[in-house]
């Protein structure tokens, strides 16, 4: 049994402001995506201007923000936006979703594609390989705040976390971490090294994320205002994978049956 580290969520502060590790991993997310949105500019087809990288990485931020924080309330915390509705403002209580900012995200990019006037997908495949890392990030930022826990467990890496009940639980937030994050990225990021056609490094990220996360929630637990959704043993998160691991596979057989031009 191994006993949470005693983590101040508080990285620093500055007189009154408090800089949270979460916060800092946004940073580093949005910053790891820059970076490598920059350096792929050069090593694919597209004509990527470093302008157009910057906005590029800020409509994927804002729409991850935004959405993220839309999908906590309509998938996860419905009942509590509806007994405070200015709940939905204060982002420092929590609440993030990563299938409302993968949403959020999606409609962001489709507005900017046609602002540049590039195909949606060009778009959606250049920065697929970018989103595991900023994934990874979030899991930590998770671990850090020490929530998201996992279910009871009597592994010998069962964690003693220091809010719920001090019962020994899964580090679920370190399953995800290296799931979506380490693993999904390789994948992602190595299939995308070649040429590939439109709609296939897309799909490969919903493909993986999907199944990656329903695997995961088995070891999660439930959100507590939610519990299981069917079955016993369905969460929130599982059901709505389902439409991500079904767009992967679309987007795949699309890709390698009408082999479009590729980005």
Request: net charge negative; proline share 8%.
């Amino acid at each position: 049994m191994l006993t949470y580290p005693d983590i101040d969520p508080i990285a620093f502060s500055i007189g009154p402001l408090s800089v949270h590790w979460y916060g800092i991993m946004y940073i580093v997310a949005f910053g790891g995506a820059w970076l490598m949105a920059n350096y792929r500019a050069g090593k694919v087809p597209g004509n990527w201007t470093p302008e157009q990288i910057s906005d590029l990485v800020f409509y994927g931020a804002l729409g991850a923000v935004v959405g993220g924080r839309l999908g906590s309330v309509l998938f996860y915390n419905f009942d509590r936006f509806l007994e405070n509705p200015l709940w939905l403002f204060q982002v420092w209580d929590g609440g993030m979703s990563f299938h409302g900012g993968f949403i959020g995200v999606l409609i962001a990019f489709y507005w900017y594609s046609r602002k540049l006037r590039r195909p949606w997908f060009e778009i959606l495949d250049f920065i697929a390989p970018f989103v595991p890392f900023g994934l990874g990030a979030g899991r930590l930022g998770n671990f850090i705040g020490a929530e998201l826990w996992g279910r009871p467990t009597d592994v010998p890496w069962g964690m003693v976390f220091p809010y719920p009940d001090q019962q020994p639980r899964h580090p679920s937030q370190l399953y995800e971490f290296f799931l979506e994050g380490v693993v999904l990225f390789a994948i992602v990021w190595w299939f995308s090294s070649t040429p590939r056609p439109r709609y296939a490094v897309s799909g490969v990220f919903c493909l993986g994320y999907g199944c990656f996360r329903f695997f995961v929630e088995f070891f999660r637990e439930p959100d507590a205002d939610l519990g299981f959704i069917a079955f016993d043993w369905l969460t929130m998160g599982q059901l709505l994978c389902v439409p991500m691991i079904v767009a992967g596979i679309v987007l795949l057989t699309l890709a390698y049956r009408t082999r479009p031009t590729t980005d």
